[in-house]
């Protein structure tokens, strides 16, 4: 994706420079490694063979357990995030860049809310495990958009702009884009970002809480 | 559903005067559920990490937490394997570790589905042996579901029968035989034959293998037919037996399903968490 947007941006006719598209998608990088979730996957399959029945049993809710496997995972993953920006900067030393310290702290604080709101939104899909057995396939469709309106092909700077406005609302460039753009110093309102954030995280939460009890009433423990 | 997974569809349960499905911290911190199917310990990972994780749960400090650990692991006979990984314990000591990781918090109500479930000989004996002296350490209520009367047998003063969502019997085991199996079984090895119009003269005749019959005598009549038999009939050997527990549950139920239980009663479960200390059972009928 990089190569494709750097030959295109040597034409001229983008905003952004080789270089500017360097630092973007080392940052996409960065925050996709930071916010990468799973439960869906491991709570379909705890629904599915009754194994959350364990998790049911112990006075902490459940979802804890796959919060902390999540964080857990992220201090292993780091070292290796690490290495690999090390060398994407062997290989692009003309990308090299220290961001403002104001900017890496708003930036470590959006990573954080965007995981949050990653998990959350996984998680209250997952929640359709109490009533289907292939939950995954709404996160699969989920997925889809994802992939266009975080960011992640592109910036959505590049997109036309009642696109990139209609998109602005949905949760999806938060996921990304938003931590992103933070980061890079793109064009992009804070305080409606972080707002956002926030509302759809707890948006999700919401959700996540009611299908929980309504779902609860419906599992069978599966043998249990 | 007396340990809060399952929603009652109608009716209401209570344990340890609480509602189950309401998962209160308070309720869950009281009981533990051990299934011989299913496994919570972390496959991959040495039994005492996942332990480690259930005291942090429980709010244990780690003092305390090595303390129980240690006990229980005694008890268990399962000190060196807890530093394994558990996919390379055996069947019966990964059993004993999920015992182990149920045990931690010290429950007072423990809930057992099929416990001994493939258990060898040894093992099953084994876990038997804990789960008393754990319910008279612990003075601990037990709700044993097994299809292994052994298991009954060997655990339970009290029974509860369930059959089609109805309580069918509730109280002893020999009262159940009692109840539900008001004869006994008279076996003789006799020194010659006999006709079986002769046999029957004594009472039902369940079974004749050449000189080897079984009568079916009820308990009331048992001394004057026993005597009867030893004084008419050439008899080189006698015993009198109960019939097998699993022949009168398996009767009890066929009878309950003859008068036609009606199902999803969930009161009559129930009922069996009231008592301490007494180890109770219901049948695998009740899931």
């Known amino acids: 994706m990089l190569g494709v947007w750097t030959e295109a941006a040597q034409g001229g006719s983008l905003s952004l420079s080789p270089v500017d598209f360097a630092r973007y998608f080392l940052a996409v990088f960065l925050t996709r490694q930071m916010t990468v979730v799973w439960v869906i996957w491991d709570f379909e399959k705890e629904v599915v063979q009754g194994t959350l029945s364990f998790r049911l049993l112990q006075p902490l809710d459940p979802g804890w357990h796959h919060f902390a496997g999540h964080a857990a995972e992220r201090l292993a993953r780091i070292p290796f995030v690490l290495l690999l920006i090390v060398l994407f900067f062997g290989l692009y030393p003309e990308a090299l860049w220290m961001p403002e310290p104001w900017r890496l702290v708003l930036f470590l604080i959006s990573l954080l809310l965007a995981f949050c709101l990653r998990f959350l939104a996984q998680y209250t899909f997952a929640m359709f495990s109490f009533w289907i057995e292939r939950a995954v396939a709404i996160e699969q469709f989920w997925y889809l958009f994802y992939l266009f309106l975080s960011g992640m092909a592109a910036p959505l700077a590049l997109f036309p702009p009642l696109v990139a406005q209609v998109a602005m609302w949905t949760p999806f460039p938060y996921l990304i884009y938003f931590p992103v753009a933070v980061l890079l110093g793109l064009d992009t309102p804070l305080v409606q970002g972080f707002g956002m954030m926030v509302a759809w995280t707890l948006l999700f939460a919401g959700v996540n809480r009611w299908l929980w009890w309504r779902g609860l009433r419906r599992y069978s423990g599966m043998g249990a | ?287």
Request: charged share 20%.
């Open chain 2, 1 to 287: 559903m007396l340990t809060g997974l399952i929603h009652p569809s109608q009716g209401e349960a209570r344990v340890a005067a609480q509602v189950p499905f309401r998962r209160s911290r308070s309720f869950l911190e009281q009981i533990s559920l051990v299934m011989g199917q299913k496994q919570q310990l972390i496959w991959d990972l040495p039994a005492l990490d996942s332990l480690k994780i259930n005291a942090a749960i429980y709010g244990l400090d780690e003092t305390e937490a090595q303390q129980r650990i240690a006990e229980l692991a005694e008890m268990l006979d399962l000190s060196r394997q807890l530093q394994q990984p558990v996919r390379k314990l055996s069947l019966g000591e990964r059993m004993k570790a999920e015992l182990l990781a149920a045990l931690l918090h010290r429950p007072t109500v423990l809930f057992l589905d099929e416990p001994t479930l493939g258990l060898d000989v040894n093992a099953q004996v084994a876990v038997r042996n804990f789960l008393r002296d754990y319910n008279q350490r612990y003075n601990a209520t037990l709700l044993l579901t097994s299809h292994y009367m052994a298991d009954i047998t060997a655990l339970c003063k009290r029974v509860l029968l369930i059959h089609q969502g109805q309580l069918i019997y509730d109280g002893r085991l020999e009262g159940l035989l009692d109840q539900f199996a008001p004869c006994r079984s008279v076996q003789l090895d006799l020194g010659q034959t006999y006709a079986l119009e002769k046999l029957e003269q004594y009472g039902p005749v369940e079974q004749v293998e050449g000189r080897s019959v079984r009568f079916l005598v009820e308990r009331d009549r048992l001394t004057e037919t026993v005597s009867r038999l030893l004084a008419d009939l050439d008899v080189v050997d006698l015993s009198v037996t109960d019939p097998p527990i699993e022949e009168v549950i398996g009767q009890v139920f066929a009878q309950g399903s003859v008068t036609g239980a009606s199902p999803g009663s969930d009161l009559a479960i129930a009922g069996a968490i009231a008592p301490t200390i007494k180890p109770a059972l219901s049948s695998g009928a009740s899931k």
